[in-house]
Structure formats: C-alpha cells, structure tokens
C-alpha cells in the first residue's frame, strides 16, 4: 500500500505563506500526477493544484496566482507554496497520487490531511 507523509500545515494569520510537502513513502513503479486537494467544513473536497510527471500544472480558480505546486521526481515528493492566504483558504489539504503500482494497476492514494488555518 503506496502511503504519503503530508507535512507543513498550521496557523497562519491573512497574507501570510505556509509550505505543503508531501513525500510517497512506499516505493511505487511510476507516479503519473501529484498534488493537492482540500476540504473546508461543510463543502466539497476541490482541487487546489496537481502537477504532471512532465511538470504541467493545473490549479483552482481560488488559488491561481496565489499558489504554486512544484515536485521533486528523485524523491518522489511535492510541494505546495501558498501565498497571500485568505480565511477562505482555511481547510483540511490533503495530498493526492496518481500512480502505477505495477504494470497493471494504474491507482489513486490519498494522504491523511493536513489542517491549514487562515485567522487573526
């Protein structure tokens, strides 16, 4: 079972910065995407940033220019730089994992969460 080690969370008053870091624990044949998702209380899980083995990059409407997702392929670790934070960036980050297993499974994992806290 492929685990990710999500790091970084905390308090941050608005218009500060926090770093996310999220490192594949488990070795895994190849990772295809990586990145990032979050919860706040009483909404839907949303995408915040995913980033291709090629190093494409997709974000969230509500983070673009704000955030920004990078990787690190030779420790199969990602990183998420989130700047200019609001209240409404307030949520539950959790880490995400598009990889092969072998050369069959082609699978998703989800880490455990990390809170991230935007208030004065």
């Known amino acids: 079972q492929v685990q990710l080690v999500e790091s970084g969370g905390g308090l941050v008053q608005p218009g500060g910065s926090l770093r996310l870091s999220c490192a594949v624990s488990?070795?895994?044949?190849?990772?295809?995407?990586m990145g990032w998702y979050r919860q706040a209380p009483g909404k839907q899980r949303e995408l915040v940033a995913i980033?291709?083995?090629?190093?494409?990059?997709t974000y969230g409407e509500s983070v673009k220019g704000r955030f920004t997702i990078s990787r690190d392929n030779a420790k199969n670790t990602v990183f998420l730089q989130m700047s200019s934070l609001k209240s409404e960036d307030t949520a539950v980050y959790y880490c995400?994992?598009?990889?092969?297993?072998?050369?069959?499974?082609?699978?998703?994992?989800w880490g455990q969460g990390t809170q991230v806290t935007v208030s004065a």
């Open positions: 995400y994992l598009d990889g092969n297993v072998d050369w069959q499974r082609r699978m998703n994992f």
């Open positions: 488990t070795s895994i044949l190849s990772i295809n995407s």
């Open positions: 980033i291709t083995l090629n190093g494409l990059t």
